[in-house]
């Protein structure tokens, strides 16, 4: 394919990321971030049908004016997610789904009603420090004071589901982890790359619950809906306790794949 005949294979692409990019700019959100946003979204919306080979990363940064050092990094935490493939000298294409990423642990989520993938469409988060006592204190001890990241996620369908990670202040400082960094990314992979840490892996487990209703009320579901939750402990390579994680999920409209 000529130079040229890419250039109007990828118009159509490159303007939906360069008017999404420039929404999120003007909300505050880096040129890396922004960018890792509107592939997200283009991908999770449809947008980007599975197999769809991206443009080069030379192309991706001329046509939307930001550094080649911007494209890659993106690309990668686009990667973690398990959204994309990325081969030397075959360049990047968007994943299939029907397979899981190494970097993604935990498990997928489909509708129940209708099978089709949950996908992401947007993250409403939380960072905040609380010295409340939980399913957490097991597994990281009793701390005076945990980490928590809270993140409302809206996907496929509208449903909504909660998700509350818990981690030690001291192994990781809570001035490390900023909402804006962590929209539509990879928690676990951003964590480990800012503390310079290595999970070992995760052990789970899924449970019917009574949640309490105003848990429920914060992340914008429904609070009298039966939630089937997924707890997550993880340790590091040397054993220690890296974070517990629990997904707050509707149990009628959510079923899950290990």
Same mark, same amino acid.
Request: hydrophobic fraction near 40%; charge should be neutral.
């Given at each position: 394919?000529? /130079? ?17 990019? #420039? ?58 997610? #398990? ?13 299939? #789904? ?82 804006? /960094? ?9 964590? /480990? ?15 019917? /619950? ?28 040397? #054993? ?19």
């Amino acid at each position: 394919m000529t /130079e040229t005949a890419l250039a109007d294979d990828t118009k159509p692409l490159t303007a939906l990321l360069r008017d999404i990019l #420039g929404r999120e700019q003007a909300q505050g959100q880096t040129k890396r971030d922004a960018l890792r946003i509107a592939l997200v979204w283009a991908i999770n919306s449809g947008r980007l049908a599975p197999g769809t080979r991206l443009p080069p990363e030379t192309v991706l940064t001329r046509d939307l004016g930001v550094s080649l050092g911007t494209v890659q990094a993106a690309l990668r935490q686009v990667q973690d997610l #398990g959204l994309i493939e990325r081969r030397r000298g075959d360049g990047t294409t968007v994943a299939a #789904g029907t397979a899981f990423s190494p970097s993604v642990w935990h498990f997928r989520m489909y509708l129940a009603q209708t099978g089709e993938p949950f996908r992401i469409h947007n993250q409403e988060i939380e960072v905040l420090q609380t010295t409340a006592q939980g399913r957490w204190t097991e597994h990281l001890g009793d701390l005076p004071t945990c980490l928590m990241i809270r993140r409302r996620i809206e996907g496929t369908g509208g449903v909504v589901v909660g998700a509350e990670m818990v981690l030690d202040p001291a192994l990781v400082p809570p001035h490390l982890i900023l909402a804006s /960094e962590l929209r539509l990314t990879n928690l676990r992979t951003v964590i /480990e790359q800012k503390i310079k840490v290595k999970a070992a892996g995760a052990k789970h487990r899924v449970h019917y /619950e009574d949640v309490d209703p105003r848990r429920l009320a914060s992340f914008g579901m429904d609070m009298a809906q039966r939630t089937l939750t997924v707890d997550a402990r993880t340790v590091l390579t040397d #054993g220690r306790p890296f974070y517990f994680q629990s997904l707050y999920t509707p149990a009628d409209q959510i079923e899950l794949e290990f």
